[in-house]
């Protein structure tokens, strides 16, 4: 089957018609939820100071000269996230001396003061802790006391996420090449909905964890098969705007993230708002038709008739008949079913060796940019000021980004783009290395460089890889992509902890990633103005026609 005989359909019915508008603004609004339930983990997860709770009850309290009456107190008088400690003068007595993970009875003394250097008794925080609740009144860390020695159960929040968003981009990009784009979006759609609302009401870390696990999966699973629906749903002409805006949709549920945390501070509450987006979605979902590209593939001739046939009554056109854009060979026997359905696997990827090489290449680039934007975003809380504003404009500079990209592409094309982009992350990677310190406002605007460009690459690499690909395969070329680039996503949040080494070392992984994945784009094929691969040999096509691109 002939690319170019199927895109005909747009010519006759419309590249943006009225049908893909609706049906395009309402899989792309569902995406927010996809940008929410990823970046829901910055402030869920906020570890705020805190101290041993005191074994009875206080009747005074001393933080170096200053003196107050209650614990909750005490938290406005100190600067920094620095270790420190609090004494306590007990109602029965004792004076305890309370510190984030340890706490001390003083012995053998009758009166308060804060320096003591007698005989104490250390004891472990039995009793719970105490939190400062000026910034939020409850998170899962206050819930369930992951801090000191459980630390490392909040740790793991997000990488649990991210391995389940691993797994989601396999299982439904295969599932999407099988069963149908359709059939997949309606699954994820109600999963994200339901797990989303269920994480709010769980009562246990290790419930909260699986939950959220699930949630991963569905939103992944969405998230790649959404972008190859709304590739085939629309015509060339819109296609490159069309699927690149998907990702504003993503960016628009980061700037939610950042205005719900700061309006909402409990939270399940939090958690529960942000999941009440996807329902308007969900009670569109049987509208959603499946795409013609997708129905021809697997020869089910009628179907496509059908979606061709309402596209054109939507979009006051003439339809057009099938039989008559493709060949017999295509079409197959009676004009029914093909020839012969085929199925394909991930290993079908590695075609030969140019198809191959294209792949490691491919992948590479998704892991950069996967590690490089969450790199940035979820460090955009530790940036300094106020950490809601600085994840919003983490959000909002992606738009912009995908604006330019798109304008960009028309121009140079996605190669050249993507290679420019990649090597930008790795110079603003270099810069924040040299800025010194103290020059604050200028580590945060060449952060926001930073995210610029990433963002450019992260957006692009979906188109692009799509194109690279034929139909049969094409859902698991971006679910394989996808898969590969959340190991980019599950070491982000440890490489941020590598910082405690080397204060820029997050940056140097980054940018020595972008700027090898720059230099191997320019061994990819360019796809501008090409119609969309239906078989290998479309595929295999590409390259032949890059070398005379780059003589």
Not at 132 to 146: H, I
Not at 501 to 514: K, S
Not at 520 to 544: C, F, I, R, V
Request: glycine share 8%; aromatic share 14%; charged share 15%.
């Amino acid at each position: 089957m002939e690319s170019g005989h199927v895109e005909m359909i747009f010519d006759r019915l419309g590249h943006f018609g009225r049908y893909q508008i609706f049906i395009y603004f309402t899989c792309a609004f569902q995406n927010i939820s996809c940008g929410i339930h990823y970046l829901a983990s910055v402030f869920m997860t906020a570890l705020p100071k805190h101290t041993c709770r005191p074994p009875g009850k206080v009747s005074q309290v001393l933080f170096q000269n200053t003196s107050v009456w209650r614990l909750e107190d005490v938290w406005s008088l100190f600067p920094s996230r620095e270790e420190y400690h609090v004494v306590v003068l007990q109602e029965d007595g004792e004076i305890w001396e309370l510190k984030s993970c340890h706490r001390f009875r003083w012995e053998n003394v009758s009166h308060l003061n804060y320096e003591y250097n007698g005989v104490k008794s250390s004891f472990p925080c039995l009793d719970g802790y105490i939190y400062d609740n000026s910034k939020w009144d409850s998170t899962v860390v206050t819930q369930w006391d992951l801090v000191c020695n459980r630390e490392w159960f909040a740790r793991l929040i997000q990488p649990t996420f991210m391995l389940g968003v691993l797994l989601g981009a396999l299982i439904f990009g295969y599932l999407s090449d099988r069963v149908g784009r359709r059939g997949v979006l309606w699954s994820t759609s109600i999963g994200m909905y339901v797990f989303g609302i269920a994480v709010a009401f769980m009562e246990d870390y290790y419930s909260f964890l699986l939950t959220r696990f699930l949630l991963a999966i569905v939103s992944s699973g969405y998230l790649v098969v959404v972008f190859v629906y709304v590739t085939e749903l629309v015509g060339r002409k819109v296609r490159t705007w069309a699927s690149m805006q998907v990702h504003s949709f993503f960016a628009l549920g980061t700037m939610a993230v950042a205005v719900t945390g700061y309006l909402i501070r409990t939270w399940w509450m939090y958690q529960l708002i942000l999941s009440s987006v996807t329902m308007p979605f969900v009670l569109c979902l049987l509208m959603l038709p499946e795409t013609p590209f997708w129905l021809l593939s697997e020869g089910r001739h009628e179907e496509a008739q059908e979606t061709v046939d309402m596209m054109a009554k939507w979009n006051r056109a003439s339809t057009c008949k099938l039989s008559e854009l493709l060949s017999p060979d295509d079409y197959g026997p009676g004009g029914n079913k093909p020839l012969e359905v085929q199925g394909y696997h991930l290993s079908d990827m590695f075609y030969d060796c140019n198809i191959a090489t294209r792949t490691l290449i491919v992948w590479l680039i998704w892991f950069t940019g996967c590690l490089g934007f969450y790199s940035f975003s979820l460090n955009s809380v530790n940036l300094g000021g106020n950490e809601y504003l600085n994840l919003f404009l983490m959000g909002a500079v992606e738009i912009p980004a995908y604006v330019f990209v798109c304008l960009g592409m028309h121009i140079l094309g996605r190669r050249r783009v993507l290679t420019i982009s990649l090597l930008s992350c790795a110079v603003s990677c270099g810069v924040i290395i040299l800025i010194p310190r103290s020059y604050y406002h200028w580590t945060v605007l060449t952060s926001m460089v930073g995210k610029f460009a990433i963002g450019s690459v992260f957006g692009l690499i979906y188109l692009y890889t799509a194109e690279l690909y034929p139909t049969m395969i094409r859902t698991q070329a971006v679910g394989s992509g996808s898969m590969v680039s959340r190991g980019g996503s599950i070491i982000a949040p440890f490489s941020l902890y590598l910082s405690s080494i080397w204060t820029f070392m997050p940056q140097l992984l980054v940018g020595i990633l972008a700027l090898v994945s720059g230099i191997l784009t320019l061994k990819l094929p360019e796809t501008l103005g090409k119609p969309l691969a239906t078989t290998w040999e479309e595929a295999m096509k590409l390259d032949a026609e890059k070398k005379p691109q780059l003589r």
